[in-house]
């Protein structure tokens, strides 16, 4: 191990990474929390669902193994005993989810905490990896590149994003008076031809990174909101930003797969 930098004690943004580990700490950089409640409107029981064979959670727990070298622990939190033991099974540490924070309502952020705290008390890893399983069909290599992009210190954030099908200058809004506005300005010199217009990215919510030490501030906030100001993007391929809510994202996610897999 090289020489820890003199501010190492105190500022999680100083760690980086030498053969693997994290040079605050002498361990792995990262851990992962994976949330996966039991209850869903649009699609129950997805997260244990098989697409081509294999559960979505498990997919996601995959991923994350993938950069096993970077990272220390796979966290699932749930509050589904059925989750709670294919996540065992497969190798990650199974959290058990208060009622209150399983809610519709419940913001997931609230959760990672949870977890983070169960396992780790006040002393995680520097970076934390938020994965949630219902986008799942993966890009190599997605989860190590966010922790190798987070550990220079550089950037507070990394997330997942495809570009968008559409520019937010082409859509509408109802007004009061049940008639159509443009949702941004009023539409005065908005391109009719896509090339006219910036390429918007849309975050598919694949993967958060975010320091913990801003994970752990005592106040609520929601997932892009722990990124901080300087957030990177690992941009991938339409097909890897499928985020599975009801029963025809399913079927197209797995018609997705079969032709991926030289099946169609």
Not at 107 to 124: C, W
């Amino acid at each position: 191990m090289g020489s820890e930098c003199e501010k190492s004690s105190c500022c999680p943004n100083c760690a980086t990474l030498l053969d693997g580990l994290c040079t605050r700490c002498s361990r792995k950089p990262a851990f992962v929390v994976i949330p996966a409640r039991g209850g869903s409107k649009g699609l129950q029981g997805k997260n244990l669902m098989e697409l081509e064979g294999i559960p979505m959670l498990v997919r996601a727990i995959n991923a994350a193994n993938e950069a096993n070298e970077h990272i220390d622990k796979i966290l699932v939190s749930s509050d589904d005993p059925d989750i709670l033991v294919c996540a065992n099974k497969h190798g990650a540490r199974p959290i058990t989810r208060p009622e209150e924070l399983s809610q519709d309502s419940s913001a997931i952020a609230e959760a990672v905490v949870h977890a983070a705290l169960h396992t780790y008390g006040d002393n995680p890893p520097p970076i934390c990896i938020i994965i949630q399983p219902n986008v799942p069909i993966w890009k190599p290599g997605t989860v190590e590149k966010a922790v190798v992009m987070m550990s220079d210190g550089a950037l507070t954030g990394v997330i997942t994003a495809v570009k968008a099908k559409h520019p937010p200058e082409w859509l509408m809004k109802r007004n009061s008076k049940n008639m159509l506005d443009f949702y941004m300005g009023d539409g005065e010199g908005v391109g009719v031809n896509r090339q006219e217009l910036d390429q918007p990215l849309f975050v598919d919510g694949q993967l958060v990174a975010c320091m913990s030490s801003v994970l752990l501030k005592p106040f609520k906030v929601k997932p892009l909101c722990l990124c901080g100001p300087n957030i990177g993007v690992i941009e991938r391929e339409e097909v890897y930003g499928t985020d599975v809510d009801d029963e025809w994202d399913f079927v197209k996610a797995e018609a997705f797969l079969r032709k991926m897999n030289g099946e169609a």
